[in-house]
């Protein structure tokens, strides 16, 4: 049976076992109960979403290396380019990964093709590996799972060789961190949140329900909405935001929490009638791309250019578009903060998958 989970009222699957696969199994090979193992699988997964931001196109990655139920290793994908989760795994557990048992929340990718994780591992002696999840993309789909079989290492999947209940809400959280990806590998976009706050004012209350078309929200935070805020942010690949954001507040759009992360930022503007100074257009802070209508304004275009900002045309500017290009350019999720002018038409094409909304009585940063 296939493994669900339901995203933005679609349903994905991922991925139905391969045929032929040996008799299930409940428990383990090295001596610890179901409940032992999957909780050290949700515990993968926890690490693995330390890589929520850093890490895309490629998926959040988490190895954890265990003997007898103590973890002597750990490891996630901290970005692009770097020692993958299973190295670092072993390189942290050193000699005792010999004979021990990996846990990966997702099947190994071989991105730069030297199949760097399925040789960390054997490498190091690991003798068995339980995966939460098979590879959501086809093409490496099973591919590390079959290489570590062939070298002799005993491999477990959820929901195939390890069953019961404890190991399906193990396999939820599998599931969970990795869901723009499974998102963005089902639906061919990135996955999308929209986060607005607004007034608990009860008149500014009813008007906000016509501010996604008329684009006059007196749209606010409080302390306590920018803390989770600045956590979405360090979450997304990239923000974007409208020019009426951009000339009524001067966004700075950082992620502001300590980490290391810093989404893109994109300003979508049909006229690029935007202001000559503004904290977008430092891009020591983050990168900054403004999409805006062919042939608009080729004199604001070069100012921006000069500044360091990437300017793209479309032949029609609309969110559905931008969202292709950020598909395009590997992007798995993006927060959009942007007004109501702009998050009317974001909504209406579709491509808004979640909303993030709070209700306070401070000023919007």
């Keep these: 049976m296939s493994s669900l989970l339901s995203i933005a009222g679609v349903t994905l699957s991922f991925p139905p076992p391969a045929a032929g696969r040996r008799r299930p199994i409940r428990g383990s090979a090295n001596g610890l ?10 515990r993968a997964a926890e690490v693995a979403e330390l890589s929520a931001g850093l890490s895309a196109p490629h998926p959040n990655s988490g190895c954890l290396i265990a003997r007898g139920g103590e973890v002597v290793g750990q490891g996630f994908l901290y970005a692009q380019g770097t020692k993958c989760p299973e190295l670092q795994a072993v390189e942290m557990a050193g000699g005792l990964a010999r004979r021990a048992t990996a846990y990966l929340n997702l099947e190994p ?14 490498q190091a002696g690991i003798s068995r590996v339980v995966v939460g999840l098979r590879h959501p993309l086809k093409h490496l789909r099973g591919k590390a799972i079959k290489s570590l079989r062939s070298e002799g290492v005993q491999v477990d999947v ?37 986060k607005y706050a607004m007034t608990l004012d009860v008149g500014d209350l009813l008007a906000g329900k ?5 684009g006059h929200a007196s749209w606010v935070s409080s302390k306590l909405s920018r803390g989770r805020v600045f ?26 929490h300590g980490g290391t992360h810093v989404p893109a930022r994109i300003v979508m503007s049909q006229t690029l009638d935007l202001p000559e100074e503004a904290k977008l257009w430092n891009v020591f802070d983050a990168y900054t791309i403004v999409a805006t209508q062919r042939g608009a304004r080729k004199d604001v275009q070069k100012k921006l250019a000069k500044k360091g900002v990437e300017v793209v045309e479309f032949d029609i500017l609309n969110p559905k578009d931008v969202m292709e290009y950020c598909y395009d350019r590997g992007c798995l999720s993006i927060l959009w903060e942007c007004g109501g002018a702009l998050a009317a038409p974001a909504i209406s094409s579709g491509i808004i998958h979640k909303v993030n909304s709070s209700f306070d009585q401070e000023t919007y940063i």
């Design 231 to 256: 956590e979405l942010r360090g979450r997304s690949d990239a923000i974007v935001v409208g020019g009426n954001t951009v000339r009524r507040d001067d966004p700075q759009l950082t992620a502001r």
């Design 158 to 194: 959820l929901g195939e060789e390890l069953n019961g209940k404890v190991f399906e809400e193990a396999l939820k959280s599998c599931l969970v961190v990795n869901a723009p990806l499974l998102y963005r590998t089902a639906c061919h976009v990135p996955f999308s949140i929209l």
């Design 210 to 214: 016509i501010a996604a078309s008329s």
């Design 109 to 122: 990718d071989d991105c730069y093709g030297d199949h760097t994780p399925v040789s960390s591992l054997v």
């Design 33 to 42: 109960g179901a409940a032992q193992e999957a909780a050290i699988v949700r």
